[in-house]
C-alpha cells in the first residue's frame, strides 16, 4: 500500500482537482457565477409573467439540469477526463435509477389514476 | 497521470491508493443517498394535487423566504469549496475561516427552513393534513435533517483538525464532507424547482 502512495497516481478521486489552486479557486468563482445566474433565471421565470405560462414547467427543468450541470462540473468536478471515468460510470448508473424511480412513478401513478373509478363512486360504493 | 504509470498495465498496477478508494466508496454513498431522495421526490410527483381540501402550494410557499434559504445553501456551498483549496494549501486559520463561514450560512437555511416549518405548524398544516403535506414535510424534512447531520459532521471536523492536527486521515474526511456538502446542494436545486417554484406553474 505504501509503495502504491508513493508512485504516480493514475486515477482522480471523486471531488479532487490535480490543476494549481489559481484555476480551481477560478472553476469554484465559474460555478457560483452560473449557479446564480440560474437561480435567479428560475425564481424570475417563476415568479413574472414573462414567460408563456405552459412552457413554463419545461423551462424550469431545464434551468434546474443546467445548475445541476454546473455544480456537478465546477463544485464535484466531475469531468470528461479519462482519470474520472469510475466516478462519471457509478454517476451515469445513479442517474439512470432516479430516471427509473421518479419517471416510472408518474407514469404508474398517471394510468392507475386513469383508469381508478372517479373518487365519488368510490366514496358512495363504501358508504 | 505519468508516463511510468500508462507503460504499467491496468492488471499489475495493484490495488488503487486509500485515497482513492475511499473518495470513490463515498462517491457512491453519495448516489444511494441522491436514490433515496428521488424516491421521496418520486413520491412529491404523485401526491403533489392531492391536498384532500387542504392548502395548496400556490398557497403555502413564500418564495423570497426560500430564495433567501437557497442563496444561503449555494453561498455555504462556495465558501465549503474555498475551505478545501485551503486544506490543499495546508492554511489552517483559511479552514477554520471558512469552515465558520459555511456553518453560519448552513445553520441560518435551517433555521429558515424550522422557523417556515413552525410558522406552518402553528397554522395546523402538518403532514396529517392531506398527502401532499406529507409527501412535502417529506421531502423537505429529510433534505433538512441531512444538512442538520451535515453540520454537526463539519462541526467535528474542525474539532478533529485543532486536536489531531492536518494528518492525511483528517483531510480526506473533510474532502469527504465537501462532496457532501455539494451533494445537498445539488438535491436542493431539485427540491426548489420541483417543490417551491413548481406550485407555481
Known amino acids: 500500500m505504501k509503495s502504491q502512495d508513493i508512485s504516480q497516481h493514475s486515477e482522480d478521486a471523486p471531488g479532487e482537482h490535480a490543476d494549481d489552486p ?23 421565470a417563476a415568479v413574472t409573467h414573462w414567460v408563456w405560462a405552459p412552457g413554463l ?6 434551468l ?6 454546473v455544480h456537478l462540473v465546477f463544485f464535484l468536478h466531475v469531468s470528461s477526463s479519462p482519470d474520472s471515468v469510475n466516478t462519471v460510470l457509478a454517476l451515469a448508473f445513479g442517474i439512470f435509477v432516479v430516471g427509473l424511480v421518479v419517471f416510472g412513478s408518474m407514469i404508474i401513478m398517471a394510468n392507475l389514476n386513469d383508469y381508478m373509478m372517479p373518487m365519488e363512486q368510490l366514496m ?3 358508504r | 497521470m505519468s508516463a511510468i504509470a500508462e507503460a504499467i498495465p491496468l492488471s499489475e498496477r495493484g490495488p488503487a491508493p486509500t485515497r482513492i478508494v475511499v473518495s470513490f466508496g463515498f462517491w457512491l454513498f453519495l448516489l ?3 436514490v433515496i431522495f428521488s424516491a421521496l421526490f418520486a413520491a412529491y410527483a404523485v401526491l403533489a394535487q392531492r391536498t384532500a381540501g387542504g392548502p395548496s402550494g400556490a398557497q403555502l410557499f413564500d418564495l423570497k423566504h426560500v430564495f433567501i434559504e437557497t442563496c444561503c445553501l449555494l453561498a455555504s456551498s462556495f465558501t465549503c469549496g474555498l475551505c478545501v483549496l485551503a486544506l490543499e494549501r ?14 453560519v450560512l ?3 437555511f435551517i433555521a429558515l427552513e424550522l422557523s417556515e416549518f413552525i410558522g406552518m405548524f402553528s397554522r395546523g398544516i402538518n403532514p396529517a393534513r392531506s398527502a401532499f403535506l406529507s409527501a412535502f414535510f417529506g421531502l423537505v424534512g429529510t433534505h433538512g435533517i441531512h444538512v442538520t447531520a451535515g ?47 413548481g406550485a407555481r406553474t
Open chain 2, 106 to 108: 448552513g445553520l441560518s
Open chain 2, 151 to 197: 453540520l454537526c459532521w463539519l462541526a467535528v471536523m474542525v474539532a478533529q483538525i485543532a486536536t489531531l492536527g492536518l494528518r492525511p486521515k483528517v483531510a480526506q474526511r473533510l474532502v469527504c464532507f465537501s462532496l457532501f456538502w455539494h451533494a445537498l446542494d445539488l438535491v436542493w436545486i431539485g427540491v426548489f424547482t420541483i417543490v417551491y417554484l
Open chain 1, 57 to 62: 414547467p419545461v423551462l424550469l427543468a431545464v
Open chain 2, 90 to 103: 495546508r492554511a489552517r486559520t483559511m479552514i477554520y475561516v471558512w469552515a465558520a463561514v459555511t456553518f
Open chain 1, 124 to 126: 358512495q360504493m363504501q
Open chain 1, 64 to 69: 434546474a439540469i443546467a445548475q445541476m450541470g
Open chain 1, 22 to 44: 489559481t484555476t480551481t479557486l477560478q472553476s469554484y468563482v465559474i460555478g457560483l457565477g452560473f449557479a446564480i445566474v440560474l437561480t435567479l433565471a428560475s425564481f424570475g
Open chain 2, 32 to 34: 444511494s443517498d441522491i
